[in-house]
């Protein structure tokens, strides 16, 4: 089975090729458009741009994705003027293009530059060997998330191929089943275009949703039983990173920032030894969390100290140090916690802030140290931000919930997973 997957969820566009084989994932594309460059000057994601930029760029990232996937293949005459070479038969096909074009114009009718670009793909190139699109519904960001589905709607009418709705929480959690394969492997992979394998999960799991949006723990008994345990109940760890790192001065997106100059801290050594932030509900009985506090505790230090001290790249540096550290010990702990609970037997991780070394480390170590028998899991990084992989694996296990009755398709920005 080839999945067509697209993710506009949230400020990158999104569109990869999954082959499933013998229950095998081949990730034969996996193109995400970035829009860092764009957002940068506002320090958040502005989502009116956001949606611009979906519309700009998910042709040229579908047309890519095809590319590298060997899938694309230009129309050639006879193709599109098929039978005799009669004046009336190449009329019939011309009105049936032009009646297929208008209906595409009234499914993207408010999407106009995503129409334009989108017609002019449809025309030129040959109908892809995919037999499904899997497209992230929710939850996100609601003008983006309606462009990903209005293009998933589009084509699956232009192709007559069934589309199924994703849950993006859930996609998150899917890309442990993208692991890595070993160093040996990698140099054949390579040539092959095979990057990847499955990973074998062992039941019950909790998992750690942590991105720009959520954070969440789930208790997973199996594929597609899901309960929130414990989450935010205010800002996410990521818009946490976010919103301390611009409070430093650091751009956009703040996890790698912050992440970036806590490294630096290693290298010289800091005579600034006073910052302590506070590890918010830490200690509390439940598995929720609360990352606001540990915002405002930045921003109290940061306008208590003399210009000269806040803007010293040293204050930087050890600020940044202990915002991440404090992230960290509360997303352990919490998370380990649930962990001997629920008597689970794999902890796994998701989401952007997954990507961060200390993180990934840190648990490591800390389930070690603990003797913990606990497999745990973490995608690739480039796995755990967002990508459209994951939601061609989430498109797999959901594909029952697949129609071609495209119009049901609609974005939920608020959708739950349980
Ligand atoms: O999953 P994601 O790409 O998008 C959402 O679904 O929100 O997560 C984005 C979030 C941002 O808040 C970003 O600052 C954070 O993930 N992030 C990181 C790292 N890379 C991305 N946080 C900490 N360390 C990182 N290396
Ligand atoms: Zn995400």
Redesign the pocket.
Known sequence: MIILAIDT??D?TCCSILEVQDSQFKIRSNIVSSQVKIHQKYGGVYPTLAKREHQRNLALVLKESLLRARLLKSKVKSQVFRGPHSAGSRMGQESKIQLKTQKLKEILKREEILYKKLKRFLVKYQKPRIDIIAVTIGP?LEPCLWQGVNFARALAFWWNLPVVPVN?IEA?IFANWLAPISEKSKVKSQKSKIQIKNQKIEFPAVCLVV????TQLILTRRIGNYKIIGETRDD?A??C??KTARILGLPY????S??KMATKIKIQKSKIKDIKLPRPMINSKNYDFSFSGLKTAVLYDFKKRPKEVRSSKEYVREMAREIQQAIIDVLIKKTIKAARDYRVKSILLG???A???E?RKQFQSKIKNLKLKINFLVPPKNL???NAAMVGVAGYFNRKKATKNYQKIKALPDLRIT
Do not use: K, Q, R
């Open positions: 969820s949230c990158d996100g993006h998150h991105s720009g949006g959520h996410a990521g818009e990173f976010d997106p703040g996890g790698p912050v992440a989401g952007g802030v990507a961060n070394d993180l755990c931000t967002d």
